[in-house]
Structures are given as C-alpha cells and as structure tokens.
C-alpha cells in the first residue's frame, strides 16, 4: 500500500543500521566516531522489533471480524518466518562445513538444531545465536509473536492510558527479572549476552510499537511540528551514544529500550516526510527479511576474506565504506531472490492453509 511506504522505508533503515554494524565488526582501526556510528548499527534490531509490533496491530485490527482469527494469526505468523528461517538454517550448514574442511562446529548439534527448527532458542543458550548468524532476534521476534495476541486483545478497546501502564509495567518486569539473574544467581548480562538477546529484555521494545500504533490511533504523533519529531529522536540517540560509552550495570537493559523511543520519532518523521522514502530504501525494506537473514555471507565471511587481502594497504574508513557498499549490494540481489522464491511462495501456502481448514475463498 502506497501509504505505507515509510513502514518499507524504516524497514531499509533498519537493515542498513545491521549491515553496517556487522560489516564493521571486521574492520580494525576506524576512528572513534564512526565506530560509534557503525555500533549503533545495532539497534537496527530494536527498529525491526518496533515496526513489527505495531504492523501486528495494524493487522489484527483490520482482521478483527475475521473468523477463526487467532488461529489464521498463527499459522500466517509461522509461514512468513519459518520457511526462509530453514532455508537459513541449510545455507550457513554448508557454509561451516566447507569452512571446517568436512566437519561442523560443536554448537551444531542435534539439540541445537531441533531448537531451532521449532523457535525455542531464544530459551537454550547453546542454540541462541549459532545455528543461524543473528537468529536470536528470530527467536525472541517468535516469542514475541505467540504473546501477541493476548497483548493486543488486553488493550483493543482500551485507552492510550492503559497502553503507557503496560509498557512501564513491562519495564519494571524486565528489571526486575534481570536483577534477580545478575545479582543473586550472578548471571552475565553484558551487550550480545544471553541475557540481552532474551525476551525478556527485549519485551519493553516490541510494547513500544503497540504503544505506537495506540499513538498514530488517535493522531497523537500528527499535532505536533516535525522539528519536534527531529529534536526528540537526536536527544533519545544521543543518550544511548553516551550510556554504551559508560560503564554502568545494566546499561544495555536502558540502551534497547531508549533506542526504541527514538524510533518512535523517527517512524513519525518518514510518515510526514514523503521525500525520505526513496525507492531504492522501499525496496530494500520489502526483502529485509532475507537480508537479514542472508546479509552474513557478505558482511561476515566475503568481506572478512577482501579484508584480509586489502588491510593495511587502505584507509580504514575507505575500507568500511567498500565492504558496506559491497555487503549492501550483494545481500539485496540474493536476498531479492529468495524472497520471490522462497518469502513469497511461504506467505501463499499459508494462506492456502487457511483457506483449505477454513473453506474461505483466497485473500490477499
């Protein structure tokens, strides 16, 4: 829909901000700024998650007098992850095997796999982030999805009151949680931890869309100037630059969840302003998914063996701006053509699912 494009656009900015941390990560020597820039990349997760709440609910409400709704939800929800997710899950198989010369790496083992195979990994450490690069967001984004409903039906025809409770009740959670594993069970929670990845930690984030969707409901984000969207999002990205400089416990519970307000801004800055959603951004934000899925081959194991033969011989900043163009370039071709064989074909047996256990004619 036309009028959603800054939903693809965010999405583009989401993947970049991913390719561009990860690309970063084997590059040695940048100057401080722009390796503060690059790091950032990370909270190109939290973006996915905040636009894939409030997209939830854009459906779930436009879906809301459909028949047999919750279990439609479901089975649509795991045929837009899972057959991508699997194909995954092959690649970067064969991709350790020729890597380790006929054999795999301890973590791939059956449990591990089974794991991930029926998304529960983001609750078995081994099997979080190993199977698939980057899997732990598929994880904790499942979880997410299998609480949805039970969220979205708890504030439906409720107020933007209620929804601002459930998200500092969710904050006060997560903490609280997070307290008793790190102090008294003195368990590590550190950035790329466990712990970070885990829904747990993550929850706050995805309410922050519900949270949103609550906002564009009742026009909040639209009465007020643009400057402020601007000031309000360089202030939030601000504080997190300066929190992950710090040395504080529990930093990174903070950092995921001020991202995430950011974001709120910025979703509301491409929603006003039409000229931010370039094609080229739309259209890398409709194969995110592969992108992310797939954007490792580049940024991890093509670009570590170009760094290999080119480091020292080039500035290193020049360097991460040719690996990234090179990561960005070859992720959106290959991930361009998995989502036409793979995404795509995955949504549509979904929805000849539906229509089979439910004698409904096709929807789009």
């Not at 047999?68 to 991508?84: D, E, G, K, S, T």
């Not at 011989?313 to 070859?330: D, E, K, Q, Y």
């Not at 290959?334 to 949504?347: F, M, N, Q, Y």
């Amino acid at each position: 829909m036309q009028k959603l494009n800054y939903v693809d656009s965010l999405r583009g900015v989401a993947i970049l901000m991913v390719m561009l941390i990860h690309t970063s990560q084997k590059i040695s020597g940048l100057p401080l700024g722009i390796e503060s820039f690059s790091r950032y990349g990370q909270m190109g997760v939290q973006l996915f998650f905040v636009i894939s709440a409030y997209t939830l609910c854009l459906s779930a409400s436009r879906r809301k007098d459909e028949q047999h709704q919750l279990v439609n939800y479901f089975i649509r929800r795991y045929f837009r992850i899972a057959p991508l997710y699997y194909v995954g899950i092959i690649i970067y198989i064969v991709i350790r095997f020729l890597q380790y010369k006929g054999n795999l790496p301890s973590y791939y083992t059956p449990l591990n796999i089974f794991a991930n195979l029926t998304f529960i990994h983001g609750f078995y450490p081994t099997a979080n982030n190993h199977i698939v690069p980057g899997g732990w967001s598929i994880g904790t984004e499942m979880t997410f999805y299998a609480i949805f409903p039970i969220l979205f039906n708890l504030l439906e025809k409720r107020s933007l009151r209620t929804a601002i409770k459930l998200f500092f009740l969710s904050v006060g959670f997560s903490f609280s949680i997070e307290l008793l594993l790190v102090f008294f069970l003195h368990k590590s929670f550190v950035n790329n931890s466990f712990l970070y990845f885990n829904i747990v930690n993550q929850l706050p984030v995805f309410i922050l869309g519900i949270l949103l969707f609550k906002l564009q409901e009742i026009n909040f984000l639209d009465k007020w100037h643009i400057v402020f969207d601007y000031i309000f999002f360089l202030l939030f990205t601000a504080l997190c630059l300066l929190l992950w400089h710090s040395h504080l416990p529990l930093v990174f519970f903070a950092i995921p969840i001020l991202a995430g307000i950011s974001f709120i801004f910025l979703f509301n800055i491409f929603s006003k302003v039409e000229r931010l959603n370039v094609k080229p951004l739309t259209k890398l934000g409709r194969v995110s998914f592969s992108a992310y899925i797939l954007h490792f081959i580049f940024a991890y194991i093509l670009a570590e063996k170009v760094n290999r033969i080119v480091a020292g011989r080039m500035n290193s900043s020049l360097l991460l701006l040719l690996l990234f163009a090179f990561t960005v370039f070859g992720t959106f071709i290959l991930a361009s053509i998995t989502e036409r064989l793979v995404e795509k074909p995955g949504a549509k047996l979904g929805v000849k699912l539906i229509n089979a256990f439910h004698n409904t004619p096709d929807k789009k």
